[in-house]
């Protein structure tokens, strides 16, 4: 089976100039897929149960705002952030244990939203997912058009103080603490001895079911990953350009755009499974944080549209898609596969200017942000941008 190829990325303090957390990733996804990008506000409510993508589970009382980039046919999520600041990225991975389409149970993608919605830490959102799973396992289909395709997940998880990367294995799984340095996940497995957190039994099971012989140091990634897998070109693409962009600190989030457009990471519509949106964001503990997302295909031709949280934030219905659901293609998805051609690509490039120019201006209200400070002036930021980037497609 082959295996669609997602990358995430984290670069922590003191590799980065300003002193933030700076999250990346492209969403690699079935050909044709529609990527929406929509917000939900934050919420309580009385509600006992939840519809997911395939179940329903208990619900919770209160969940925090989330801006989701998310195929558009399921409830999930594969990346996206809350007013927490916290960010995740989804990740498939291989592994010696059946993944079965037909089960009805939480997608990699509902975990990857439940969390955002039910945590206020990175650490948070690993004891949500590992709970989650726990109690309602992990299993299902991952496309509306595509047979039998399904995976287990790993997830890259990150607020303003630190990452964690979550490693699963149908119920079993391990977590990694970052708190310095970077790190990347691609499809694959890449926790050997070093995690810091585990479910109950995942040593157990490896040793009574053959898939570890009980010597040495046990090896999540040697025991679980699928026979005939590893560590992929995508990953070690990955290490080898964090370590080109990280060789003098001072990493910045135009560096994190450059990551995510090199042509060995993201995938073109010629791929069977493109890049369908692609996600940066810059997490601060003492300044607002702002997300950068794409939610269009393809970062190389894309640009990146600023988000921060607000008490009245609104964005554009551009990129939500439309119902019924006989075509998902929302409006801003449609306008930018037209420019997208070679004979537009003119307009792209002059989008990336605009999108400079919008991260200069940015990043500059971010610096000079005092607390206190009112965020009415960035309440439709993204609406804004999304809704000029329309009007050059037209």
């Keep these: 089976m082959e295996l669609v190829s997602c990358n995430s990325f984290v670069v922590l303090p003191p590799l980065t100039g300003n002193g933030s957390v700076i999250f990346g990733k492209n969403s690699d996804r079935p050909e044709g897929e529609v990527q929406e990008l929509i917000y939900e506000p934050p919420n309580c409510t009385t509600e006992k149960t939840l519809k997911c993508t395939f179940i329903e589970i208990d619900q919770v009382e209160m969940t925090y705002g989330v801006i989701l980039s998310k195929p558009a046919w399921m409830w999930g999520c594969e990346m996206g952030a809350n007013d927490q600041g916290v960010v995740i990225g989804n990740q498939p991975v291989l592994t010696r244990l059946k993944c079965s389409a037909s089960k009805k149970a939480l997608l990699g993608t509902d975990l990857a939203r439940l969390a955002l919605e039910r945590s206020k830490t990175a650490e948070e959102a690993v004891d949500v997912i590992t709970n989650l799973l726990a109690q309602y396992g992990q299993g299902g289909s991952y496309s509306d058009t595509l047979s039998d395709f399904s995976y287990h997940n790993s997830f890259l998880i990150a607020d303003a103080t630190e990452a964690w990367v979550l490693e699963t294995a149908d119920v079993h799984w391990v977590a990694e603490k970052v708190t310095t340095g970077c790190r990347n996940i691609s499809s694959c497995l890449s926790i050997e001895s070093n995690f810091d957190k585990q479910s109950r039994d995942v040593i157990i099971f490896a040793k009574r079911h053959g898939l570890w012989n009980g010597e040495g140091n046990f090896s999540f990634s040697a025991a679980y990953s699928e026979i005939g897998t ?15 962009y990280t060789h003098i600190n001072g990493f910045c989030v135009n560096d994190m755009f450059s990551i995510l457009r090199n042509s060995e990471i993201s995938c073109g519509p010629e791929d069977c499974f493109p890049t369908a949106a692609s996600q940066v964001s810059s997490l601060s503990s003492k300044k607002p944080s702002c997300h950068w ?34 075509s998902r293609r929302h409006s801003l998805y449609r306008l930018h596969a037209i420019a997208s051609k070679s004979a537009e690509t003119k307009v792209i490039s002059l989008l990336q200017e605009m999108e400079q120019n919008c991260l200069e201006e940015v990043e500059k209200f971010l610096e000079d942000f005092e607390e206190g400070q009112p965020l009415t002036e960035v309440d439709e930021l993204m609406k804004d941008v999304v809704e000029t980037e329309i009007k050059f497609y037209k």
Excluded at 296 to 317: A, E, M, W, Y
Aim: glycine share 4%.
């Design 230 to 244: 590893g560590i992929t070109k995508k990953y070690q693409k990955g290490v080898d350009l964090l370590q080109r």
């Design 293 to 326: 997302f794409t939610a269009t295909p393809n970062p190389i031709l894309s640009v990146f549209k600023p988000f921060v949280f607000t008490p009245n934030v609104r964005i554009s219905h551009h990129t939500t898609s439309p119902v019924p659901e006989s």
